[in-house]
C-alpha cells in the first residue's frame, strides 16, 4: 500500500484497521435509511440461526484484483464455511418479512477485502500498473475469522463512523 501511495498519493487507501471482508450486505446503503427503523433482534436472530455449525473460517490473501473503482486483495476460503453461511442467509432472510437487499447490486461470491479506491483518474498508469503486476500473486498471509459484525458502516466502512450493532461467534 504503501509503495502505491507513493505513486498515485490522491487515491483513498484503507487504513488496516478498516480491512474487512464481506460476508453479506442484508441492507445496502441508501439515503435515508438508519438501522433505527428496523427490529434489529429479528435481523440478530436470522444471522444466529444461518451460523450454527458453521465453525471457524479461514481464509488466504494471496493476489490482487483491479476493477474500474478499486484494488482487492483476493481471499481465498479454506473450507465451504462462508458459501454455506451465505447460502443459509439467502434462504433464511428470503423466508422472512424483513427488509433487506440481497443480491440486489450483485451476488457476493468472493473473499476479497478491498484495500484501495479510486478517487481520481490515474496520474502515473504505467508506474501503478507495474506496482500491480508485481503483487498479482504475492501472497499476503492467512486470516481465521472466530466471530463475525453486524454493523451499520459507510460505503469505505471508516472505523469511526462503522457501528457494531451485534457480534456472533463462530
Not at 433505527?36 to 481464509?59: N, P, Q, W
Not at 457476493?108 to 508485481?134: G, I, M, Y
Request: with cysteine; net charge positive; charged share 25%.
Amino acid at each position: 500500500m504503501n509503495v502505491l501511495k507513493d505513486v498515485e498519493p490522491d487515491q483513498y487507501y484503507y487504513p488496516e484497521s478498516d480491512f474487512h471482508i464481506t460476508v453479506m450486505s442484508l441492507i445496502s446503503c441508501y439515503d435515508g435509511f438508519h438501522y433505527d427503523r428496523i427490529d434489529l433482534s429479528r435481523y440478530a436472530e436470522v444471522v444466529k440461526e444461518s451460523i450454527a455449525d458453521v465453525g471457524t473460517m479461514g481464509f488466504i490473501f494471496k493476489g490482487i484484483t483491479a476493477s474500474p473503482s478499486c484494488i482487492m486483495v483476493q481471499g481465498f476460503p479454506t473450507g465451504t464455511g462462508l458459501n454455506i453461511l451465505r447460502d443459509r442467509l439467502r434462504k433464511n432472510f428470503r423466508n422472512t418479512d424483513l427488509q433487506q437487499s440481497l443480491d440486489k447490486r450483485y451476488k457476493l461470491q468472493t473473499a476479497h477485502s478491498t484495500v484501495v479506491r479510486f478517487r481520481e483518474p490515474l496520474a502515473n498508469k504505467k508506474r501503478f500498473l507495474k506496482v500491480l503486476e508485481a503483487y498479482r500473486d504475492y501472497r499476503f498471509g492467512t486470516f481465521r475469522a472466530d466471530s463475525l459484525e453486524m454493523v451499520f458502516n459507510d460505503w469505505y466502512q471508516k472505523t469511526e463512523l462503522v457501528e457494531k450493532l451485534h457480534t456472533f461467534s463462530l
